[in-house]
């Protein structure tokens, strides 16, 4: 592996110093640095706008935004203010991050690990269906895998059917995945992911006593000033608030860098290598489905001195620390036969807004004799 990379995979676009200076003035004026300050709260309430003009469900009903201090605390935190009893079954795919199964563990609940849709990538209702016809499951936390949004309604109209509960993880996909009151959702604001601040997470959710439990459990469970119950501290710093408002209001230019960047990749290979999706969404990371040729491709290209990563693989049921979690397929089996095909084909890709075409054109001439054409 080289040490320094001519294309690197991934770059973080935050705010400059001048754009974030205003807001940090405002904290040490404030002397104010922690423990849900104005910055903090003023950013909450501006990405419960930014959720709803993106979200139709949610803009018809009140809905809750509350920070962490990652996305991590985020979906720990969801859970554990979920009401779900201590051992409950909870199903997602074996395609994701290992922090999506690692939450379900943490917080006392057991994860069943499953395939996901070949054409989307996604575990789906109908694929929960068939997982539930062979063993018992009490929630479902499906990912919004690479940034693409999945079908919120259709989770909802699940979850009312059903009676099982769902949750989602859609990490990378703030700006782009609707949110519907009914179904928690949390959001990463990582550096690398699209609208990234640093560190932090959020969970949104028109269910307010799930928000009200999660803010205080992040904050060691205090009320008037004692612990009621066991919490923690994974509040989100005032300095990111500052970041993630200098960030709202620059985020529609990181969108369109990330959009031209996108559209040149695809003028260059062909939209048939890349998600269905993408046609309409501009990923958080982008994978280049190489058609079983993943291991030609990354080698060429990382002797070109250009980086890959292969997102998310190996997939969790290889992980050492999920060896005693169940795997259940659609038909029952332990064969995840989707994500196998996907590990051998994909390839993920250079993509941020500092890529040039040129950049762009060396990647994607290195990549084509690999795929074979």
């Given at each position: 592996?080289?040490d320094?990379?001519?294309?690197?995979?991934?770059?973080?676009?935050?705010?400059?110093?001048?754009e974030?200076a205003?807001?940090i003035?405002?904290?040490?004026?404030?002397?104010?640095?922690?423990?849900?300050?104005?910055?903090?709260?003023?950013?909450e309430?501006k990405?419960?706008?930014?959720l709803a003009?993106?979200?139709?469900?949610?803009?018809?009903?009140d809905?809750?935004?509350?920070?962490f201090?990652?996305?991590?605390?985020?979906?720990?935190?969801?859970?554990?203010?979920?009401?779900?009893?201590?051992g409950?079954?909870?199903?997602?795919p074996?395609?994701?991050?290992s922090?999506?199964?690692?939450?379900?563990?943490?917080?006392?609940?057991?994860?069943?690990?499953?395939?996901?849709?070949?054409?989307?990538?996604?575990l789906?209702?109908?694929?929960?269906r068939k997982?539930?016809a062979?063993?018992?499951?009490?929630?479902?936390l499906?990912?919004a895998?690479?940034?693409y949004p999945?079908?919120?309604?259709?989770w909802?109209?699940?979850?009312?059917?059903?009676g099982?509960?769902?949750?989602v993880d859609?990490?990378?996909?703030?700006?782009?995945?609707?949110v519907?009151p009914?179904?928690?959702?949390?959001?990463?604001?990582?550096?690398t992911?699209?609208?990234?601040?640093?560190?932090?997470?959020?969970?949104?959710?028109?269910?307010e006593?799930l928000?009200?439990?999660a803010?205080r459990?992040?904050?060691?469970?205090?009320?008037?000033g004692?612990?009621r119950e066991?919490?923690?501290?994974?509040?989100?710093?005032?300095?990111?608030g500052a970041?993630?408002?200098?960030?709202l209001?620059?985020?529609?230019?990181?969108?369109?860098?990330r959009r031209h960047?996108?559209?040149?990749?695809v003028?260059e290979l062909?939209?048939?290598?890349?998600?269905p999706?993408?046609?309409?969404?501009v990923?958080g990371t982008l994978l280049?489905?190489?058609r079983?040729?993943?291991?030609?491709?990354?080698?060429?290209?990382?002797?070109a001195g250009?980086?890959?990563?292969?997102?998310?693989?190996?997939?969790l049921?290889?992980?050492a620390a999920?060896?005693?979690v169940a795997?259940?397929?659609?038909?029952?089996s332990?064969?995840?036969?989707?994500?196998?095909?996907?590990?051998?084909?994909?390839v993920?890709?250079?993509?941020?807004a500092f890529?040039?075409?040129?950049d762009i054109k060396?990647?994607?001439?290195?990549?084509?004799?690999?795929m074979?054409?």
């Amino acid at each position: 592996m080289l040490d320094e990379w001519k294309i690197k995979c991934l770059v973080p676009d935050l705010p400059s110093l001048d754009e974030v200076a205003p807001y940090i003035r405002q904290m040490d004026e404030a002397h104010w640095y922690s423990n849900f300050g104005p910055l903090v709260m003023a950013f909450e309430g501006k990405m419960k706008a930014f959720l709803a003009d993106r979200s139709p469900a949610l803009a018809a009903r009140d809905a809750h935004v509350v920070s962490f201090s990652s996305a991590t605390t985020a979906l720990e935190l969801m859970l554990r203010a979920s009401g779900l009893p201590e051992g409950s079954r909870i199903l997602t795919p074996a395609l994701t991050f290992s922090a999506t199964a690692a939450s379900i563990k943490i917080t006392g609940h057991v994860p069943i690990l499953t395939d996901v849709d070949p054409v989307t990538w996604d575990l789906t209702p109908e694929i929960a269906r068939k997982v539930m016809a062979e063993t018992p499951v009490d929630a479902i936390l499906p990912v919004a895998i690479y940034g693409y949004p999945i079908d919120m309604d259709a989770w909802a109209a699940f979850q009312e059917e059903t009676g099982v509960r769902v949750f989602v993880d859609a990490a990378a996909a703030l700006g782009q995945q609707p949110v519907h009151p009914d179904v928690p959702v949390c959001f990463s604001l990582h550096a690398t992911k699209p609208f990234g601040i640093g560190e932090g997470g959020l969970l949104v959710t028109g269910d307010e006593k799930l928000a009200v439990l999660a803010r205080r459990l992040s904050n060691f469970a205090f009320v008037d000033g004692t612990s009621r119950e066991i919490g923690t501290n994974a509040k989100l710093a005032e300095v990111l608030g500052a970041y993630g408002l200098a960030q709202l209001a620059r985020f529609d230019r990181v969108y369109e860098k990330r959009r031209h960047v996108h559209d040149t990749y695809v003028r260059e290979l062909g939209q048939d290598r890349f998600h269905p999706k993408s046609a309409e969404f501009v990923p958080g990371t982008l994978l280049v489905d190489t058609r079983g040729r993943a291991t030609a491709a990354t080698e060429r290209l990382n002797a070109a001195g250009i980086q890959t990563r292969q997102w998310y693989f190996p997939p969790l049921s290889d992980h050492a620390a999920f060896h005693d979690v169940a795997v259940v397929a659609p038909d029952g089996s332990r064969n995840l036969v989707v994500i196998d095909r996907l590990q051998n084909s994909l390839v993920g890709l250079p993509f941020h807004a500092f890529l040039s075409d040129e950049d762009i054109k060396t990647v994607a001439a290195e990549l084509r004799p690999a795929m074979g054409n």
